[in-house]
């Protein structure tokens, strides 16, 4: 596999020459270092070309929240923050993963990891763990008087209803075998599914928001736009699938 | 005593900000490989800057020399994060270093004039830390170049929560005769803590 490219941007002398040091000794290619957010566009902009940027969110000028407003969709985003309070909407911008100082070698592993596999596998959300690896990812679901298969990376939740499972995807609602979410449950024993509600099971791959509701419960938006909340006992196991603090 | 417990917990709300700790053991973890010997230097003013102040949270006054040793070991952590970015002059009366006065005035002064002031500016900015006698008051300002905080043209958003704290603990402390202020004059950001020089010992 070829070297990762990517750029620094900190404003703290030390911390980019950690960054940078840290990623050099995992085979990371570190084309760039830059002091802030104006200077990365401008160095993107005169031809600078990276496969991923690590972005402190404090900076002179604009955040990096602010930046990556501003970036190709298709640039994948680390934050790398002493903030651990930026982490929702990092999320909700649709971050690769959100590291906080101080930094260490494993955790950055584990960064590079997210974005190699966001670098390959149909983008589904943030770079959460990626539970579909070791499963048997399609099942079969009624399309008309037939089947077709259905992918489960595709899928936001399974919602039952009486006695039918529907998975949905796309904002779309499809019949699924199965009878019950345990079914589900233990069909995919890996995809780490939570059960939001008692007739929820969602994906958190598909999260792309988390807001906190009253009574420790929260709200998950899910990619293609539904909000759906989560109980209090789900909310910590969702949470930690999401590595939310 | 009522009084007494709330000025200790805003004393004790008033600390250093974590992220400001985040950021130095960011550094640290850097210095040893780069620099062992000034790792070692900056744990000894990190060590140092938190011992005083939990001690500092069980007094009720503290000498400004002591003030200021605290002062100097938070700005060795800042300066470790912002390098060339921060720099400092003190306009230090010494005479005056013996007072006795609550802890923690001056320092979350300097917190927020690095935070507002120099850290959101690219080419950093120059803190000055300055304490004199006027008019029988005894006055501690800490001034800052860099970004505005926009006192005169009213965008300020209102006191953060440090120098809410602060402002009470002074109003504990000295009731009406002592006052908070904040200024901008000649490109400087200037905060103003002005107490009643002649009832503070010695």
């Known amino acids: 596999m070829s070297a990762i490219r990517i750029a620094v941007v900190d404003d ?52 990096g929240l602010e930046i990556m407003a501003e970036l190709p969709p298709s640039l994948p985003v680390v934050f790398v923050t002493a903030h651990a309070d930026y982490a929702v909407r990092a999320f909700d911008s649709e971050a690769v993963d959100y590291v ?50 259905l992918d489960l990376r595709k899928v936001t939740h399974f919602e039952i209803d009486v006695d039918t499972v529907w998975a949905w995807c796309g904002g779309n609602k499809f019949k699924t075998p199965w009878g019950a979410l345990a079914e589900v449950e233990s069909a995919f024993q890996e995809a780490c599914l939570v059960r939001a509600q008692r007739h929820i099971l969602l994906r958190p791959e598909m999260v792309t928001g988390v807001r906190p509701l009253p009574g420790g419960r929260c709200s998950a938006r899910m990619g293609d736009g539904v909000d759906i909340p989560v109980s209090r006992s789900a909310t910590p196991r969702l949470k930690e699938l999401l590595h939310l603090r | 005593m009522e009084k007494a417990r709330e000025a200790q917990s805003r004393l004790l709300q008033s600390q250093m900000s974590p992220h ?27 060590a140092h800057l938190l011992r005083q102040l939990l001690t500092f949270a069980e007094f009720k006054v503290i000498t400004l020399q002591e003030e200021r040793a605290l002062v100097e070991d938070y700005l060795h952590l800042e300066g470790l994060r912002l390098g060339s970015r921060l720099s400092s002059i003190w306009q230090w009366e010494e005479r005056l270093q ?67 704290n602060l402002k009470d603990r002074l109003a504990l402390a000295f009731g009406p005769d002592a006052s908070f202020g904040l200024a901008e004059r000649e490109g400087w950001t200037i905060a103003t803590i002005s107490l009643p020089g002649d009832k503070i010992a010695p």
């Open chain 1, 12 to 63: 703290e002398p030390l911390a980019r020459e950690r960054l940078s040091r840290l990623l050099t000794e995992l085979g990371v290619e570190v084309a760039v270092e830059l002091e802030d957010g104006t200077d990365l566009l401008q160095w993107l902009r005169s031809d600078g070309k990276v496969d991923a940027l690590f972005l402190d969110i404090n900076m002179p000028g604009a955040t």
């Open chain 1, 100 to 149: 906080v100082k101080p930094v260490f070698k494993d955790r950055l592993e584990r960064a590079l990891t997210r974005i190699r596999s966001r670098g390959s596998a149909v983008k589904e959300g943030p770079g959460i763990r990626s539970a579909s690896q070791g499963v048997q990812p399609r099942f079969p679901v009624r399309a008309g008087d037939g089947h077709v298969f």
């Open chain 2, 20 to 46: 400001v700790l985040f950021n130095a053991l960011n550094g640290f973890a850097e210095l040893i490989h780069k620099d062992p010997a000034a790792a070692e230097g900056s744990v000894r003013s990190l």
């Open chain 2, 98 to 164: 013996s007072r006795l006065v609550p802890p923690l005035l001056i320092q979350p002064l300097v917190e927020n004039a690095i935070k507002h002031g120099i850290a959101p500016v690219k080419q950093g900015g120059i803190l000055r830390i300055s304490i004199r006698e006027e008019a029988g008051s005894l006055l501690l300002e800490v001034a800052n170049t860099g970004s505005s905080l926009g006192v005169k043209d009213g965008t300020r958003p209102g006191l953060g929560l440090g120098l809410r």
